[in-house]
C-alpha cells in the first residue's frame, strides 16, 4: 500500500514516526454490545504507546437520542484540548477490531477541518501480531489549542438523504450485511423496521477489507465499487446501522480518489426508526 497521512498509513510508516513530537495516535475502539468486549478496558490493558482513548458515544451530541452522532463543535475541541490534540498534530487513529470503528473517528476530524489524519491500517490486531511495542500507561497530555471549521457538506441529514434517494440524484451506499440490507436479518437495536433505503446499494464494510482487516489497494477498491453497480461519477451518500461502519466506505471511496461523498449520520437507526419513511427489501439494485 501506498502510505498516506491523510487517509491511511502502515504500521511500518507509524513504528517509523512513533516518537515524532507532532503525532498523536488515537485508540478509536468501539464495539456493538453483542460483541462481549469494552474497548476502554481493552485501552487500558494495552495500546500502542502514547495512545489516548477516544471514546465514540462520549465525543457525541448527546443532546440526540440517536447513537453518537457527531459531536457539536464546541464539545470536539473542548475533548480533544483535553486529550492534548491540537493544531499542528498528524494524527493516526486505530481500533481493536483491525479497521472497524477507527474510520468513523477519521471522518469525524475531516467534518471538523481536520485533514491531517489517517487510519492505521489493520489496526491494533496487525500491530500486535508484527509484536511491535505496547504499554499500558496513560499518555503525559498537554493542553493544545485546536481551530475548527465544520465541512456541512460531508454529513447528510434524514430530509436530504430522503431527496436523494426519492431524485436518484447520488449513490446511496450501505455498508450493513447483506442479510440486514434485504431485510432478512434483525436490526440489533429493537423497534427498527428491516429493510434499506429505496435505490441504495449494499457494499457490506467488510467487502472493502482484505481478510487481515487491512483495506484493499486502490485498484480492487475501485473494483468493490464498481461491481456491486456504484456510478463513481456521481456524488455519494454512506450510510449503515449507526454510522459507524459507513465511514469506512467513505475512507475507501477517499482513498481511490472519489472526493464527493457524505455519511447519513442517522443512517439506519433513524431511517428505520420512521413509518412514514419508505423501505426496501431484497437484494436491492446491481447496476
Not at 492534548?84 to 498528524?90: K, M, R, S
Not at 449494499?202 to 487491512?214: E, S
Not at 477498491?221 to 463513481?232: C, K, M, S
Amino acid at each position: 500500500m501506498t502510505d498516506d497521512p491523510k487517509t491511511l498509513v502502515s504500521t511500518d510508516w507509524l513504528a517509523a514516526h512513533l516518537r515524532d513530537p507532532d503525532l498523536r495516535i488515537l485508540d478509536a475502539s468501539w464495539y456493538l454490545p453483542d460483541a462481549g468486549r469494552d474497548a476502554r478496558a481493552e485501552y487500558n490493558a494495552a495500546h500502542i504507546p502514547g495512545a489516548r482513548f477516544f471514546d465514540i458515544d462520549e465525543i457525541s451530541d448527546q443532546r440526540s437520542a440517536l447513537p453518537h452522532m457527531a459531536p457539536p463543535v464546541e464539545k470536539f475541541m473542548s475533548r480533544m484540548r483535553a486529550m492534548g490534540v491540537g493544531d499542528g498534530h498528524q494524527v493516526v487513529v486505530y481500533d481493536g477490531a483491525g479497521l472497524f470503528s477507527a474510520a468513523r473517528v477519521w471522518w469525524t476530524f475531516r467534518l471538523m477541518g481536520k485533514t491531517d489524519v489517517a487510519v492505521l491500517d489493520g489496526g491494533f490486531p496487525k500491530w500486535r501480531a508484527e509484536g511491535r511495542e505496547i504499554e499500558d500507561l496513560p499518555p503525559l497530555v498537554r493542553d493544545r489549542h485546536m481551530t475548527v471549521s465544520r465541512q456541512n457538506q460531508l454529513v447528510k441529514d434524514v430530509t436530504q438523504v430522503a431527496h436523494a434517494s426519492k431524485l436518484r440524484e447520488a449513490e446511496i451506499l450501505d455498508a450493513r450485511s447483506a442479510a440486514r440490507f434485504a431485510g432478512e436479518a434483525p436490526e440489533p437495536r429493537p423497534g427498527l423496521r428491516a429493510g434499506h433505503i429505496p435505490g441504495s446499494r449494499n457494499i457490506p464494510y467488510a467487502t472493502v477489507l482484505n481478510a487481515d482487516g487491512t483495506l484493499k489497494s486502490i485498484p480492487d477498491l475501485r473494483a468493490t465499487f464498481e461491481a456491486a453497480g456504484v456510478d463513481l461519477s456521481k456524488p455519494a451518500i454512506t450510510t449503515c446501522g449507526s454510522g459507524v461502519t459507513a465511514a469506512v466506505l467513505s475512507l475507501a471511496l477517499e482513498r481511490i480518489g472519489h472526493r464527493n461523498h457524505a455519511l447519513y449520520d442517522g443512517s439506519w437507526a433513524e431511517w428505520g426508526m420512521y413509518d412514514d419513511l419508505p423501505v426496501e427489501k431484497g437484494a436491492g439494485e446491481k447496476g
